[in-house]
C-alpha cells in the first residue's frame, strides 16, 4: 500500500508563495510519479503539476509559470511550489502517487493522500 505524507503551510496572503512537501517510501519514490492535485468543493479536482521517478516533470496548463516540481532522493520527497497566489487557488492540495509516467487526470490516479487545506487571503 503507498502511503504518502503531505506537509506544508495552511495560510497564505494573496501575492505569497506556498510549498508543499510529500515525503513517501523509498519503493514508491523510485518507481512512481509524485503529482499534485487540488479540490475546490463544487469544481472537482484539478491536476497542477507532477515528476517521475526519472525526474521528468508535467505542469498544466493553467498554473505553469507558476508552479515548479522537485524531488529529492535522499529524503524520498516531493515537493510543489506555487508564487503568485490568488485567492482562487484557496482549495484541498493533495499529493499523489502513480507508477510510472505522470497524469494529471484524477481517475488515472490510484493513491492519494489526505490533503492540505491552503487558504489565500489579501
Known amino acids: 500500500q503507498v502511503q504518502l505524507a503531505e506537509s506544508g503551510e495552511g495560510s497564505v496572503q494573496t501575492g505569497g508563495s506556498l510549498s508543499l512537501s510529500c515525503e513517501v517510501s523509498a519503493d514508491t519514490f523510485n518507481s512512481h510519479c509524485i503529482a499534485w492535485f487540488r479540490e475546490v468543493p463544487g469544481k472537482g479536482r484539478e491536476g497542477l503539476a507532477g515528476?517521475?521517478?526519472?525526474?521528468?516533470?508535467t505542469i498544466a496548463a493553467s498554473v505553469k509559470g507558476r508552479v515548479s516540481v522537485s524531488r529529492d532522493s535522499a529524503k524520498n520527497t516531493a515537493y510543489l511550489q506555487m508564487t503568485s497566489l490568488k485567492l482562487e487557488d484557496t482549495a484541498t492540495y493533495y499529493c499523489?502517487?502513480?507508477?510510472?509516467?505522470?497524469?494529471?487526470?484524477?481517475?488515472?490516479?490510484?493513491?492519494w493522500g489526505q490533503g492540505t487545506q491552503v487558504t489565500v487571503s489579501s
Open positions: 515528476v517521475d521517478s526519472g525526474g521528468r516533470k
Open positions: 499523489t502517487a502513480r507508477q510510472g509516467a505522470c497524469s494529471l487526470i484524477p481517475s488515472r490516479v490510484p493513491n
